[in-house]
């Protein structure tokens, strides 16, 4: 990623841009703070969220930040954007998310912001963020980007849906080395119907990611769209929005979509990144937050687990997967050619997710005049409709639910019609 990174520093970009502005609004009864370069078009422009990849010291950090990946987003005409919370965590919550969203929005009121190509990029630790970013809210990405990185932390909440990233082109950078350790998590997310592309070049630089994401805009009103969720609060999908559950609606004809996080164990060593792609022996400790208190510091390896050699990163994983039960266990870490032995415990992973989910398929068709949904779990819907589909019937699980005549925002209740949305 280092190399990456360089070859966006050397690229060739000389035009001069200011320095980046400081944004601030209040959520959830916090202040957010992000830093923001405007774009120099005359119209409105893209907008690129950057998510840091490494521990970001203060607010003059993310400023240097974002003004080093000016050199990419000005000569393009693009405004850019850097959250900062004085960390680069790769956590993969609900309250980030929702914080993430506020900051998209409060970008939209204070930019001239093309809604239809809000990119949204990570790399390192962050890259799980962007992974599960565009699983809990897809229609406000129009392509994503991760550089490195690993979707694993999004998939261990029990909330990452395959359907859902599947509706943002995603680009993941991976080196071949990387895509041989990662081979086996990406398989699982395909199995669950999403395959993100990976280039197939070495070489791939920012510039080229970048020229990637130029492409793709958001439909603003996809004709079909295809959602799962466990949570009212991220239940949005495009023009439909579910309201109500009722997870006794059974409907087989619709899969769960659910990356099952699995049960692998990990050391009560506080949060770490490793290497995926440095030599034996053992893993490589390349990430550790500001706030970190644990014992392992940069640059130390993992070398042994209750009394056995730690071959490589695969080996590593290997042995994490096959522990079952939670208990004291001795590593010994390796700093500066010396080794020490660490008392510290296997712990299991704690979070739930969300025990039942809802899913939702829902298709405009023209040759019908109707809009024909298939659903799971729900009871309660909301659907903004355009004009050009007007007049139209909803057919809900192969039943007529209402004819609607006129565009807007209607509510449906299963099994009880429709009718126009409180203002």
């Not at 050397?10 to 001069?16: D, E, N, R």
């Not at 609900?94 to 239809?116: F, H, N, Q, Y």
Request: aromatic share 8%; hydrophobic share 40%.
């Amino acid at each position: 990623m280092i190399r990456l990174i360089g070859t966006l520093l050397l690229s060739g970009f000389t035009l001069l841009a200011g320095p980046c502005e400081e944004g601030r609004l209040r959520f959830a009864g916090q202040e957010i703070i992000y830093t923001y370069q405007r774009s120099s078009a005359s119209k409105s422009a893209p907008l690129l969220i950057l998510l840091p990849g490494d521990p970001v010291a203060d607010l003059t950090a993310a400023k240097t930040l974002c003004e080093r990946w000016q050199m990419a987003t000005v000569p393009r005409e693009w405004h850019l954007l850097v959250p900062w919370d004085g960390s680069a965590r790769g956590d993969c919550t609900d309250d980030r998310m929702k914080a993430l969203e506020a900051i998209v929005l409060d970008a939209c009121r204070l930019l001239p912001v093309d809604t239809t190509r809000i990119y949204l990029a990570g790399y390192a630790a962050s890259s799980s963020q962007v992974f599960y970013a565009v699983s809990r809210m897809p229609d406000l990405w129009a392509a994503a980007l991760a550089f490195g990185g690993s979707p694993q932390p999004a998939i261990d909440t029990n909330c990452f849906f395959g359907v859902n990233a599947s509706q943002v082109p995603f680009l993941w950078v991976l080196r071949k080395q990387e895509q041989e350790a990662l081979a086996a998590l990406r398989n699982k997310l395909a199995a669950k119907g999403f395959s993100p592309t990976i280039p197939s070049r070495e070489d791939f630089t920012v510039k080229d990611a970048l020229d990637w994401l130029e492409e793709r805009v958001r439909p603003t009103l996809p004709s079909k769209v295809d959602c799962e969720t466990g949570n009212l609060s991220f239940a949005r999908c495009y023009w439909a929005e579910i309201t109500k559950f009722d997870i006794t609606l059974r409907n087989d004809v619709l899969d769960f979509t659910r990356v099952q996080a699995g049960a692998r164990a990990y050391l009560d060593l506080g949060e770490f990144g490793f290497s995926l792609t440095a030599s034996g022996p053992g893993i490589l400790v390349t990430w550790l937050p500001n706030s970190y208190k644990g014992p392992l510091k940069l640059n130390d390896r993992i070398v042994a687990l209750a009394g056995r050699p730690i071959r490589d990163v695969a080996d590593y994983q290997s042995m994490m997967e096959g522990l079952k039960e939670e208990r004291s266990v001795g590593i010994i870490i390796e700093r500066d050619g010396k080794r020490q032995r660490v008392e510290t415990r296997i712990l299991l992973p704690k979070s739930p997710g969300e025990d039942a989910t809802v899913r939702l398929q829902a298709e405009y068709l023209p040759q019908f005049d109707e809009v024909q949904i298939i659903s799971r779990g729900v009871a309660g819907l909301r659907l903004r409709l355009p004009s050009a589909w007007i007049p139209c019937r909803i057919n809900w699980n192969g039943e007529e639910a209402a004819k609607i005549d006129r565009a807007g925002c209607w509510t449906l209740s299963y099994g009880s019609g429709a009718g126009p949305c409180d203002r």
